[in-house]
């Protein structure tokens, strides 16, 4: 793994572990510190996730046209100015307006570095792009333990201390990736020949494609921390128990990934048989939710819902590369990112609606349904591709 790969990998490690100070926090700030409803909250934290759908398409065409450095310390800009002014002013409205202003600019960051890591180490294939997933995971459970940690002194050192990691990771990246050079676009070993080079709308129409049940399974996903937490309650398991299950999530992330490693190797060496794996484990997980009633069922489901994490989130931006033309690395990475926070900004909403229209179990049949959906559209998004790629070989042949 190229010197560069490790900085950026780094630096992301600390900026997600700062914004997770931050994140976890935000509907209890709003709430109980600045003395506004829920209503309220729950639109202040919506227009965040708008806010960082726009950077992400922003942040990709940002890197198609200027490149990775320019952008990322743009992006990183940006946050950093919102972040520094959270800490002297965070009473209403300045704390709704900093959060937008935070929720576009790491809306640039994250599909800039995963675009990034791709020019960086492009024979690395999935594994750069997994390495970037890993580091993000550690971030989360760093920046959560501590968060809480740090807020029960004062809220005010929640924004000394993302502003501070922000400051890091701002370092990092322009010191350490400022002279970087990175190598052209090349054609990787088990890669379907000629995939960049064919026409970008069978591309486009294939990412789309694919992306609709990427966005789907985000939907689904989302509800643990949502509707399946208010569930949890209500079956009188405790507070702790349930952050229990999110540390056994953050552990397996981390600890099994030599293991995963392996099995993708040894049985899932084309990226699209591994998303396929994933998603049909995703679908046995919320089965397993549909019949839970005791602590038990959930930590089982929520083990089997991080494999099938495991092996999706990293695969989807993967295959984003592979199909990108060049120069639209960015933008696909782009879209990748804002599907993925538009599937986390619709999912609450829909989940809530679902939950109070229908209950419990019919939320969890409509999740089952939304997995299968994302497995058929994973299994169908590339098959104009292939005609594309067949065709093209065709021609070469009698020319």
Not at 54 to 73: A, C, E, P, T
Not at 131 to 155: C, D, E, K, P, R
Not at 258 to 276: D, G, T
Not at 304 to 318: D, G, K, N, Q, S
Request: charged residues 10%; aromatic residues 12%.
């Amino acid at each position: 793994m190229p010197r560069a790969l490790y900085i950026l990998i780094i630096g992301m490690a600390m900026n997600v572990t700062g914004a997770s100070f931050l994140w976890p926090m935000n509907a209890i700030y709003v709430h109980e510190h600045l003395g506004k409803s829920l209503s309220i909250a729950g639109i202040v934290l919506m227009i965040n996730s708008g806010a960082s759908v726009v950077g992400n398409l922003v942040g990709g065409m940002w890197f198609d046209k200027i490149g990775g450095f320019k952008s990322i310390m743009l992006g990183i800009v940006i946050t950093l100015t919102a972040l520094i002014g959270l800490v002297f002013f965070h009473g209403w409205p300045h704390y709704a307006i900093f959060l937008a202003i935070i929720g576009f600019g790491t809306g640039i960051v994250f599909p800039v570095a995963y675009a990034y890591a791709g020019a960086i180490w492009p024979e690395g294939g999935r594994r750069a792009f997994n390495a970037l997933y890993v580091a993000q995971n550690i971030g989360v459970a760093i920046g959560s333990a501590l968060g809480g940690l740090v807020a029960s002194y004062s809220f005010a050192f929640i924004f000394i201390a993302n502003a501070l990691l922000y400051v890091g990771f701002f370092l990092m990246i322009s010191i350490g990736l400022k002279n970087v050079r990175v190598a052209k676009r090349i054609e990787k070993q088990n890669e379907r020949p000629g995939t960049a080079s064919i026409g970008s709308r069978a591309s486009w129409n294939a990412l789309v494609t694919l992306c609709v049940g990427y966005f789907l399974c985000w939907v689904s996903y989302v509800q643990w921390s949502t509707t399946i937490a208010t569930y949890t309650q209500e079956l009188t398991m405790t507070l702790k128990q349930y952050s229990l299950l999110w540390t056994i999530n953050g552990a397996l992330i981390v600890l099994a990934q030599p293991l995963l490693s392996a099995i993708v190797q040894r049985w899932m060496q084309k990226v699209k048989r591994q998303m396929l794996i994933g998603f049909a484990i995703f679908i046995v997980s919320f089965s397993i939710l549909l019949k839970a009633t005791s602590f038990f069922d959930f930590i089982l489901a929520m083990i089997v819902l991080t494999i099938a994490e495991m092996l999706v989130w990293p695969a989807i931006p993967t295959v984003a590369n592979r199909l990108a033309p060049e120069g639209k690395e960015g933008f696909y990475q782009g879209f990748v990112n804002s599907t993925a926070t538009a599937g986390r900004m619709v999912g609450p909403v829909l989940g809530g609606f679902i939950v109070d229209a229908a209950g419990i179990k019919p939320l969890f049949v409509a999740l089952i349904i939304f997995s299968s959906l994302s497995f058929i559209t994973t299994l169908l998004y590339d098959r104009k591709l292939n005609k594309c790629v067949n065709k093209e070989k065709q021609t070469v042949t009698m020319g």
